[in-house]
């Protein structure tokens, strides 16, 4: 008989400020079939998980390991798809949130949101991409379905998600406005890619036609419901806006009429992420990028597991210019 281990974890014990996460010590789950056991290097902070440790996820039951993406090597692959030290991403796909997640030493998760990878860069490094290129991927080449030559409008763009975004935006041959409420930092987006810096106020649509009187191809709206009017003003004739992220912390929009809000063949959508929607050979070009120093990433704070609550009140006061990455 196997002799059980135990590990530490940061679990939620209920909905709350930061404090409701505790330290705990919590047996190591044991692999079944279907499933893989990855034993923890680092994970990525998102704000979806500050949202459910605040009550905000209706379906999410407490106490709760979050956290829903991490890399770490494989521990035990009862199905033999991956050896043991295989290092891997594991991301989303009820992560966190239907089944314990990443904030441990050790996570249990389904066969099919594991990716392997090969890779020299630091743990720390490697703990801020898989969430974060998930998001920016499909939002880019599957939402919005950008192409080179086009014009893109980034709204939240000092969001690790939007700093990113441009990059790989601006790779992909576009050319990027992107949005700040600080004007301190218009100099740190024009370094990071963007063409053109506006400062939002929440109505940036005038500001945004002097600039390209026609509008813009697209939009990637990470602010979220606050601004998204706003966002649907600023595309050209058959444009789209994407909205991916909810920076400005509210989910409903209480009044919105579609055929005025929405112009004339204007295009709105959304992109909620799955780990179907990232491909492994993707994950692994991106990868090598940033190895590469093509892909520059934006890491603001690496935490250690013990101090969560730190990291969650960092976050949740909009303190971070970039990734918080928590490595074990």
Not at 18 to 39: C, F, H, M, N
Not at 217 to 226: A, M
Request: include cysteine.
């Amino acid at each position: 008989m196997k002799e059980k281990k135990n590990m530490k974890v940061a679990i939620t014990i209920g909905s709350g400020e930061p404090e409701v996460i505790e330290i705990q010590d919590k047996p190591v789950p044991e692999a079944k079939s279907g499933w893989v056991l990855i034993k923890i290097k680092a994970f990525g902070l998102n704000r979806s998980e500050l949202f459910t440790r605040q009550g905000h996820s209706p379906d999410v039951r407490f106490p709760r390991i979050q956290g829903i993406e991490c890399v770490g090597t494989v521990e035990e692959d009862p199905s033999g798809t991956y050896n043991k030290g295989q290092k891997v991403a594991a991301i989303m796909g009820g992560m966190g949130r239907d089944f314990d997640g990443g904030y441990a030493e050790y996570t249990l998760v389904p066969l099919k949101i594991v990716f392997p990878f090969e890779s020299n860069l630091p743990w720390s490094t490697l703990g801020a991409i898989p969430e974060m290129f998930q998001t920016v991927s499909g939002s880019l080449t599957q939402a919005l379905e950008v192409k080179s030559g086009e014009t893109l409008l980034i709204r939240g763009g000092t969001s690790s998600i939007g700093l990113l975004s441009c990059q790989l935006a601006k790779h992909l041959g576009l050319t990027v406005i992107s949005t700040t409420r600080n004007s301190a930092k218009k100099d740190f987006l024009i370094e990071n890619g963007a063409a053109h810096v506006l400062i939002d106020n929440g109505t940036i649509s005038k500001e945004l036609k002097e600039l390209y009187p026609d509008g813009v191809n697209k939009v990637l709206e990470l602010i979220g419901i606050k601004t998204l009017k706003d966002s649907l003003k600023c595309i050209k004739r058959q444009g789209t806006v994407c909205m991916t992220g909810i920076l400005g912390g509210e989910w409903t929009l209480k009044e919105f009429t579609p055929m005025g809000d929405i112009p004339s063949l204007g295009r709105l959508t959304v992109y909620m992420g799955d780990a179907a929607n990232l491909k492994k050979d993707l994950l692994q070009d991106f990868i090598d990028a940033v190895a590469d120093g093509v892909i520059t990433l934006n890491i603001d704070k690496v935490f250690r597991l013990d101090q969560i609550v730190e990291a969650h009140t960092y976050m949740e006061n909009n303190l971070a210019k970039g990734k918080l990455v928590v490595e074990i």
